[in-house]
């Protein structure tokens, strides 16, 4: 018996809706076939009225969650591919964002974005947001990685009072598998260390995490060991265990899927070079996809994402220096 | 009608003697229509998100004239606390959204408010209402959030004051169609026109829409036609209106024929009419004078936090 990671976010939202009556779902595609991912299978079935399927009008669906949760009510957003929530951009950070700050009222809602990139997928179904969205204050911005994370920081995601854009990766959607949902079930702000080491730190997130692992797996091989720590939230961005992990290793490589300019990587590395200058033996280092549309070939796709070589790569020279 | 126009009149004299920062944008020759709405909603029921010159009807559905200078002359007691100004201020869990700049961002938030009762079981026969100009059924968020409401069937009220101009973008470089009321039918919704600068014909048709709305008859969009009687905003002296525009039917003031309309059918005499003004007038110097003396944010004692939630949560912390 294993449980992938789409069945962890399903799993979740049943949970919610269970147990939650102000939860509901509001998504293209959702109710009736399940989601284009099948994220929501079986649950309009299971939960008749909970559950529906939206016009394509995804300003219109983060519009309406938002007048729900003054309302008293916790929606989730499904957005079919992440890359479709620049069409609710305006309702996610001028409304909704702003929202707590300005009334004093809280927006309690989730924006499901299936995001990152896969082979064949493209320009317009590959992309990573969550450097957009952390940008702007009133966000909370969750990046799981892991079967585990999927599942409890979904449920967390809900039971926070702040909007919460929830960034789940279409390539371990299938691909990523364990044994149960159970884990450490850290909070939401708190990133993991999930391989210890003493020669380099690389900073990942979301399925970069496991691109770090196999890098380090390979650099074992000549004696390297390479820390990575899985942020698991972007924002808030847990800084503190960033650092500590810094203050082991003395090398930074900050690792992410999104393109490069800015974005969470550059957070990082400006903040351990303005926080921990003094525990850097080497330059903060950024490896980020290229700075191109996300590419439709395979070929070109896995040239255009960090990869275990050019990680591999970025870490040697990195460890040379 | 009186009382927006009169508070109005007083937030232009602030802003010219550089009292109010930021901008003042005006309702006038909107009153009619404004006044009309917050007048048929019901207070503590009804939803209204007010949008730019919604002045007399925020007045009309209960809004206390503290809440509105306040927020313009920025003190920290108001319902914004300095945090946002003018007319971006409401009290959302008292069924007044605080709009955003973003024109047609309310229509979805408005629709979502009704969803959620009714999921909950408490619509009830309210109705929700909200405001725009004929710029913003340019936007596409007015068009997702209008077919989406009604794809829900949902008791919206939706107002289209067609002040003909948009900032200084008139009409015809607007939208190509003869009249906006048409659209109500491309969206399957109810659609009435109306004269916005006509009290009486506002309260015939608006109330019809709202009853609709009411029994449950889905989305009702009622299309005024008016004209902006100042510039975009005090900024602004509206150079661009043609004198033609200004000299035809709909360029008379709304608040002008509503009197004469008043003392015609023997509702009220010049002299009452008079003493309302008078009265008005006072309230709103004692609302301004209560506001001016009133305590500005402090950025000290600001907390600069834009989230409920405080982190670092401790390690037990579990939602589930």
């Known amino acids: 018996m294993s449980v992938t990671y789409i069945d962890a976010i399903r799993e979740a939202q049943e949970t919610l809706l269970r147990n939650d009556p102000r939860v509901f779902i509001y998504g293209q595609d959702i109710a009736t076939f399940g989601g284009a991912f099948k994220a929501t299978k079986g649950l309009a079935e299971m939960f008749p009225g909970r559950v529906f399927d939206s016009p394509i009008s995804e300003d219109a669906m983060v519009g309406l969650a938002v007048g729900a949760a003054i309302e008293g009510l916790r929606p989730i957003v499904e957005m079919q591919f992440a890359d479709f929530s620049t069409i609710a951009f305006n309702q996610i950070v001028n409304q909704a964002a702003t929202h707590y700050y300005r009334t004093g009222v809280p927006i309690p809602i989730t924006v499901r974005l299936p995001s990152g990139g896969t082979p064949g997928s493209g320009p317009f179904h590959s992309q990573s947001l969550e450097g957009i969205y952390a940008q702007y204050p009133g966000l909370i911005v969750l990046t799981p990685a892991s079967v585990s994370d999927a599942y409890h920081m979904l449920i967390d995601a809900v039971a926070l009072d702040d909007p919460v854009v929830y960034c789940e990766h279409k390539f371990l959607y299938r691909w990523l598998k364990a044994k149960s949902i159970n884990g450490d079930h850290l909070p939401i702000g708190q990133a993991r260390i999930i391989r210890q080491g003493k020669h380099a730190t690389v900073v990942a997130y979301s399925a970069m995490v496991h691109e770090a692992v196999r890098a380090a797996d390979r650099l074992q091989q000549d004696g390297w060991e390479i820390e990575v720590v899985d942020l698991r939230s972007v924002k808030p961005l847990d800084i503190d265990t960033v650092l500590a992990s810094v203050a082991r290793t003395g090398r930074l490589l900050a690792l992410g899927e999104s393109f490069p300019w800015g974005g969470v990587t550059a957070e990082v590395v400006a903040r351990v070079s303005g926080e921990g200058f003094h525990l850097l033996d080497a330059p903060p280092q950024r490896l980020n996809a290229r700075d191109t549309p996300v590419p439709y070939h395979p070929k070109l796709w896995a040239a255009h994402r960090p990869t275990p070589e050019s990680i591999c790569q970025a870490l040697r020279k990195l460890l040379a220096y | ?320």
């Open chain 2, 1 to 320: 009608m009186l009382c927006g126009r009169i508070l109005e009149n007083k937030l232009s004299s602030l802003y010219k003697a550089g009292k109010i920062v930021g901008g003042v944008h005006l309702g006038r020759g909107q009153e009619a229509v404004s006044a009309t709405l917050g007048t048929a909603l019901i207070q503590g029921k009804d939803i209204f998100a007010a949008l730019i010159r919604d002045q007399a009807g925020r007045t009309a559905f209960g809004e206390p004239l503290i809440d509105c200078t306040r927020t313009y002359l920025g003190s920290i007691e108001g319902p914004m606390r300095g945090r946002d100004g003018n007319i971006h201020r409401g009290r959302p869990d008292h069924g007044t959204p605080a709009m955003i700049s973003h024109l047609g961002a309310q229509v979805s938030l408005v629709t979502g408010m009704l969803f959620a009762r009714r999921l909950k079981g408490t619509l009830d026969g309210c109705v929700g209402a909200t405001c725009i100009g004929d710029g913003a059924t340019s936007t596409g968020s007015f068009h997702e959030g209008v077919n989406m409401a009604a794809v829900e069937k949902l008791p919206l009220v939706l107002i289209v004051a067609n002040n003909q101009f948009a900032y200084s973008t008139p009409n015809t470089r607007q939208f190509a169609c003869v009249d906006l009321v048409e659209r109500a039918r491309g969206y399957g919704i109810g659609g009435f026109s109306v004269d916005g600068t006509d009290l009486f014909a506002c309260v015939s048709v608006i109330t019809e829409a709202i009853l609709r709305a009411r029994e449950g008859r889905g989305p009702q969009m009622v299309v005024a036609r008016l004209l902006r009687l100042c510039g975009h905003g005090e900024h602004d002296d509206g150079f661009y209106v043609p004198n033609d525009v200004r000299n035809d039917h709909y360029g008379r003031d709304c608040i002008e024929a509503a009197m004469r309309q008043l003392v015609e059918h023997k509702i009220a005499t010049v002299d009452e009419i008079s003493a309302w003004q008078d009265e008005i007038a006072e309230e709103v110097q004692r609302a301004v004078a209560q506001a001016q003396q009133e305590a500005a944010p402090d950025p000290y004692q600001e907390d600069w936090s834009s989230l409920v939630t405080r982190f670092p949560l401790s390690n037990n912390h579990s939602a589930a």
